[in-house]
Every structure is written in C-alpha cells, then in structure tokens.
C-alpha cells in the first residue's frame, strides 16, 4: 500500500508559481496512476491534472496551460508545476494513486489519498 504526503503549498500573490509535490512511501509512485485534484470553501472537489503509469498527462481543461504535471521517480514523487496562478486557484490540492485501470478524471476512481496542501492565491 502506498501512502502519499503533499508538500509546496503557501500563500502567492497573483501570477506567482508554486510546485506542488506528493511524495510516495511504501511502493514506488511510478507503479500508479496518479492524480492531483482541489477543494475550494464550499466547492465539490475537482479534477486538476493526472499521470499514468504509462507517463501520459491528463489536464483540466479550465487550466489553458498553466500547469504541467510529472514524475521526479529519484524522489519517488510527482510534482505539480503552477504557473500563473490567479485568486481561482485558491484550494486544498490533494494527490492520489490508483494501480487499476479507471478514469483519471474521478476522484471516486482513486484509492490512496494525501491529506492535502493549502494554496492560496492572493490579489
């Protein structure tokens, strides 16, 4: 069983960049889908950006860009580059794992959580 801790997240300003990284321990993060999704105040948590196994990517279509999602496998880790980040993105950010087959985009599909890191953006 992998067991996965977020890290990176802070207060920036608008336009600022952050990276996030979900460290894995316990089995190596390359043998897993891994996801990344948000959770602002009173908002249903979403998808952000997924990897597979297979090192494809996977973005959220409301990002146009700005992020980019990879794996750091000397870390055991997968990090998320933010880039331009606006007061939007401002959310809990959790990673996730999953080693079955299933969508990236469902938070329902994934069975190993982080316990999330704060991003907040601020104007």
């Known amino acids: 069983q992998v067991r996965l801790v977020e890290s990176g997240g802070k207060l920036v300003l608008t336009g600022g960049s952050l990276r996030l990284s979900c460290a894995a321990s316990?089995?190596?993060?390359?043998?897993?889908?891994v996801g990344w999704f948000r959770q602002a105040p009173g908002k249903e948590r979403e998808f952000v950006a997924a990897?597979?196994?297979?090192?494809?990517?996977f973005y959220a279509d409301y990002l146009e860009g700005r992020f980019a999602i990879f794996r750091d496998n000397g870390k055991n880790s997968v990090l998320l580059q933010m880039n331009n980040l606006k007061p939007e993105d401002t959310a809990v950010y959790y990673c996730?794992?999953?080693?079955?087959?299933?969508?990236?985009?469902?938070?329902?599909?994934?069975?190993?959580w982080g316990q999330g890191t704060q991003v907040t953006v601020s104007s």
């Open positions: 316990g089995r190596p993060a390359s043998a897993y889908d």
């Open positions: 996730a794992a999953d080693d079955r087959p299933g969508s990236y985009y469902r938070a329902s599909d994934y069975d190993y």
């Open positions: 990897i597979s196994r297979r090192n494809n990517s």
